[in-house]
């Protein structure tokens, strides 16, 4: 599912990973494409009861399109738990205007 709004779009793939350091899917990564010049991000995790797991990116200016990368750890730089989390995009753009996504992904173990 792609997250898309009048001024760009937010897409996350792969949606379940696996961060155990196998080379397969061991992060998600999130991919935006913004309109315009000047956009900042903040882009957090939390987990499903709302807890702040990791500050990805903090009043950041972006590119019009890039990545972030997040490995699957929290903020101490610990293995997160198995489990589902929320990736909240926020953007700004020059004029103050702001919006919002939110995607849901999952860490999980290879069985």
């Known amino acids: 599912k792609i997250n898309q709004s009048q001024s760009g779009t937010i897409t996350i793939v792969p949606k379940v990973f696996t961060p155990d350091n196998d080379g397969q899917a061991d992060f998600t990564s999130i991919n935006y494409k913004f309109t315009g010049q000047g956009n900042v991000a903040n882009v957090t995790v939390y987990d499903a009861q709302g807890r702040l797991i990791k500050q990805l990116s903090k009043n950041q200016t972006l590119a019009n399109e890039g990545f972030l990368i ?34 849901t992904v999952a860490v999980t173990n290879k069985k």
Request: net charge negative; glycine share 12%.
């Open 70 to 103: 997040w490995d699957g750890v929290d903020e101490d730089g610990s293995r997160v738990r198995t489990g589902y989390y929320v990736i909240l995009f926020q953007v700004f753009d020059l004029t103050g205007k702001q919006e919002s996504f939110k995607e």
